[in-house]
């Protein structure tokens, strides 16, 4: 809870591996971590789930952001990945942000993914669930809920950085984000209508990290 | 480094930390450079169950908790207390049906596989992390 995990340098991951058991990563930031396979996150076995989060601009081979291999479970809830390592390294295979591996699974809800310089933001092999308020800068993920937004070119998030009351490094929303009155109302997020200096209303889809 | 077992049916750990000068490290100048715990005083030793208390510094730190150990390593900050791995391997490993809280520490410099095991943290048990700083890690 409230941790970062940034420049780490790791064979198959460098931010976390999560090998059985469980992981919950709360109001945290994963970024700038650089994998020879996986940047992020390997969610190897069991389970992890990623609430108020945000994971950036890591690089790896496979998958810069996060990867969920077969058997393994990922849930993002009001959480934030973007793929900046296009920019930063190009390691990528497939410019991938995130990798579901066949027989892995996930689910996203009250999320934004978001990927520049052409990277895409999933490859999909696996069971990926969409609980709803999604917000994606590609259609890649197949996600499709009514209150999905794919293809979307406007989500214009701010800089990386730490955005009180929050603690670990978030993105904030610029003016015009359609992010913004985007989110869920309904599932307890607090804190979502603090920071209105940073354009953020109630119910934006995401605010990461924020309390 | 660790020494672990039971005595009179307690369960323990020895956790062996080794101070290092402080470096250009921003310590705060008002904590106590002998800001320790009692367990700390009798040796480095807590009973599970413990929290052991972690003053201002950059520590030494290559320590795993056995099983069935119940710890809580308390920092005074991320940007206060440093555990340093050194590159000669993970700063911390915690073993299976262990159950450690870590918090409010920075943990930089592990790396170097060490018996298969690599990176700054290691959790084959029970690990929560909190307010804390997991950085320049590496294998």
Not at chain 2, 52 to 74: D, K, R, W
């Amino acid at each position: 809870m409230r941790t970062t995990i940034s420049n780490n340098y790791n064979g198959s991951a460098a931010g976390v591996e999560n090998v059985s058991g469980q992981t919950a990563l709360v109001e945290s930031t994963i970024a700038a971590n650089d994998g020879v396979f996986i940047g992020g996150i390997n969610v190897q076995g069991g389970a992890v789930s990623l609430t108020n989060s945000t994971v950036s601009g890591n690089s790896g081979f496979l998958a810069a952001n996060i990867e969920a291999s077969q058997g393994s479970l990922l849930s993002l809830v009001n959480s934030t990945v973007v793929n900046t390592h296009i920019a930063v390294g190009a390691k990528s295979f497939g410019a991938t942000s995130m990798l579901f591996d066949l027989g892995g699974s996930g689910s996203i809800s009250n999320s934004i993914l978001s990927s520049s310089d052409g990277a895409v933001n999933c490859m999909v092999e696996a069971s990926l669930l969409s609980l709803g308020h999604y917000l994606s800068s590609d259609n890649t993920c197949g996600l499709s809920q009514p209150t999905d937004m794919n293809n979307n070119a406007s989500i214009n998030l701010g800089l990386l950085q730490v955005n009180s009351p929050g603690t670990t490094a978030s993105y904030g929303l610029l003016a015009g984000s359609t992010a913004i009155d985007a989110g869920d109302c309904s599932n307890g997020l607090t804190g979502r209508a603090i920071i209105t200096s940073l354009r953020v209303r109630r119910c934006s889809t995401t605010l990461p990290n924020m309390r | 480094m660790r020494y672990g077992g039971q005595w009179h049916q307690q369960s323990f750990v020895c956790l062996r930390w080794l101070r290092l000068p402080l470096r250009a490290r921003p310590i705060s100048a008002s904590v106590r450079a002998d800001a320790i715990t009692p367990a700390w005083r009798r040796g480095g030793c807590s009973r599970s169950g413990d929290t052991v208390a972690i003053g201002a510094g950059l520590y030494a730190a290559n320590i795993e908790i056995p099983a069935n150990i119940v710890l809580v390593l308390q920092g005074s900050g991320a940007g206060l207390t440093f555990l340093d791995g050194q590159g000669q391997g993970p700063v911390l490993i915690v073993d299976a049906a262990a159950t450690v809280t870590v918090d409010s520490v920075t943990v930089q410099n592990g790396g170097k596989a060490q018996e298969g095991r690599q990176g700054g943290i290691v959790a084959y048990g029970n690990l929560t992390v909190s307010d804390s700083l997991i950085t320049g890690n590496s294998v």
